[in-house]
Nanobody, 124 residues
Framework: QVQLVESGGGLVQAGGSLRLSCVVSRRTFAVYSMGWFRQAPEKEREFVAAITWRGTSTNYADSVKGRFTISRDNAKNTMYLQMNNLKPEDTAVYYC?????????????????WGQGTQVTVSS
């Protein structure tokens, strides 16, 4: 069974930065895209960013463009999300996900495997 483990969340002041990581293990497919989603209390899960296998295509939610950067290191089976200029509205549990079809979809239904999430809290 594919496993995804996120790390790097925490508490940061507004304007600060965090870098999230997501390690994939036990995968049974050769290529895959990856995405980040987030869910704030009492809100639905929303798309943040996605990246294809080779990193040649990325997709970002409008709310994070220019502040967040998605990347990956396939040799380490790891994806990253560099988050700069964080705002209180970025507070949420952040989840990583895998799409074996290698699209940069913004819909959660495209992703077959999910991590348990890591909490990001931005104080004002």
């Amino acid at each position: 069974q594919v496993q995804l483990v996120e790390s790097g969340g925490g508490l940061v002041q507004a304007g600060g930065s965090l870098r999230l990581s997501c390690v994939v293990s036990r995968r049974t497919f050769a290529v895959y895209s990856m995405g980040w989603f987030r869910q704030a209390p009492e809100k639905e899960r929303e798309f943040v960013a996605a990246i294809t296998w080779r990193g040649t295509s990325t997709n970002y939610a409008d709310s994070v463009k220019g502040r967040f950067t998605i990347s990956r290191d396939n040799a380490k089976n790891t994806m990253y999300l560099q988050m700069n200029n964080l705002k209180p509205e970025d507070t949420a549990v952040y989840y990583c996900a895998v799409d074996p079809d290698n699209y940069v979809a913004a819909t959660s239904a495209n992703y077959d495997y999910w991590g348990q999430g890591t909490q990001v809290t931005v104080s004002s």
